[in-house]
């Protein structure tokens, strides 16, 4: 009884009916998780994502002598995260505030880094399982596309491509002066709605559904060349590691890049006139997009998994470097 009486409370808390029964006014429940549950989730993002990606480039840098095309692909994902983290802050600082003093310019630009280490994440990954098929496939003869020149004009373009495709959203964001406070609202939340619907689904597809096929098609392509490999030699079947790796990439990005893409394209669609939904429904969508947005960029934390299953000896190597670093910690303090 008491559970059910505090369960009408918190509906009545959230929302307010007439006595006709339409809704009068819906509390800004958007607005309370932008002011807490943001700051919190990339406060923990920032810091968890710093130590990670902030130890890769470290041994990448100091430790990697020989490197590999698949390194080059894995240490520009690290550079994209990195860069994503430094915008982190300023995001913190600005949904605890609830104001936006930056200016238009770090406005526009912080946004852009969120979205272009979100597409560069897919694609460069998409290298690296394209990189590994080819290595398993033809492991004792190097294919054109594994040659290192090849691999940084590779990466070259994966920057440029995704510049390219995320220079119209900058025509969509921007300030808005409210009467005490400037906000710089998410993607999402700016610009002409049905304008933005049609770029926002166009960068659905060619950004993210796409080379998350490729993802998902060139490591089904590394099983299936394993189980016929090992069934040809008579082996025992050794595929746990790449079919856990297959099923890892697939399911991280399928729970923190799907629902964001889904949600961002109901959030603008909301805005649209010709659909006008009652305010506590766009209220509802944009707390559930609200919610998605720190779940996507969560990529940042989560890249540093495949550093360690695909990357060439990298574990080894930073193995070496943190037992020289510990060595002569202790050499210089004895």
């Given at each position: 009884m008491m559970i059910k009486k505090q369960s009408k409370n918190l509906i009545a808390l959230i929302i307010f009916q007439n006595h006709n029964g339409t809704y009068d006014h819906c509390i800004t429940l958007d607005q309370l998780l932008k002011k807490y549950y943001l700051?919190?989730?990339?406060?923990?993002?920032?810091?968890?994502?710093?130590?990670?990606?902030?130890?890769?480039?470290?041994?990448?840098?100091?430790?990697?002598?020989?490197?590999?095309?698949?390194?080059?692909?894995?240490?520009?994902?690290?550079l994209s995260d990195f860069a994503f983290l430094c915008t982190l802050p300023w995001l913190v600082e600005s949904y605890a505030n609830e104001t936006w003093i930056y200016g238009p310019i770090m406005c526009k630009s912080n946004r852009f880094l969120l979205h272009a280490n979100l597409y560069t994440s897919v694609l460069f990954l998409t290298c690296v399982s394209m990189d590994r098929y080819m290595l398993i496939k033809n492991p004792f003869k190097k294919h054109v596309l594994q040659k290192k020149r090849?691999?940084?004009?590779?990466s070259i373009g994966v920057w440029i491509l995704v510049t390219t495709e995320l220079l119209p959203m900058l025509t969509f964001i921007g300030l808005t002066n409210m009467t005490n406070d400037t906000n710089c609202h998410s993607y999402a939340s700016s610009g002409d709605p049905v304008q933005n619907l049609i770029y926002s689904t166009c960068l659905t597809v060619f950004g993210f559904i796409m080379p998350l096929c490729g993802?998902?098609?060139?490591?089904?392509?590394?099983?299936?060349?394993?189980?016929?490999?090992?069934?040809?030699?008579?082996?025992?079947?050794?595929?746990?590691?790449?079919?856990?790796?297959?099923?890892?990439?697939?399911?991280?990005?399928?729970?923190?890049f799907t629902p964001y893409h889904i949600m961002r394209n109901i959030r603008i669609a909301s805005r649209m006139d010709s659909w006008a939904p009652p305010?506590?429904?766009?209220?509802?969508?944009?707390?559930?997009?609200?919610?998605?947005?720190?779940?996507?960029?969560?990529?940042?934390?989560?890249?540093?998994?495949?550093?360690?299953?695909?990357?060439?000896?990298?574990?080894?190597?930073?193995?070496?470097?943190i037992r020289q670093l510990s060595n002569a910690f202790k050499s210089y303090y004895v």
């Open positions: 700051p919190v989730f990339y406060t923990l993002e920032f810091i968890l994502g710093v130590l990670a990606n902030g130890t890769v480039l470290w041994a990448y840098i100091f430790g990697m002598k020989n490197w590999s095309t698949g390194n080059i692909y894995l240490f520009n994902l690290c090849l691999a940084i004009l590779i993802i998902c098609f060139f490591y089904l392509k590394i099983v299936i060349l394993l189980k016929k490999r090992n069934k040809d030699l008579a082996q025992v079947p050794s595929l746990e590691k790449p079919l856990r790796l297959v099923i890892l990439a697939i399911i991280l990005f399928s729970i923190t305010q506590c429904t766009k209220v509802i969508i944009n707390s559930i997009y609200v919610i998605t947005r720190p779940i996507a960029f969560l990529n940042s934390v989560i890249n540093p998994i495949f550093y360690f299953l695909m990357g060439d000896h990298f574990r080894d190597m930073l193995n070496i470097k």
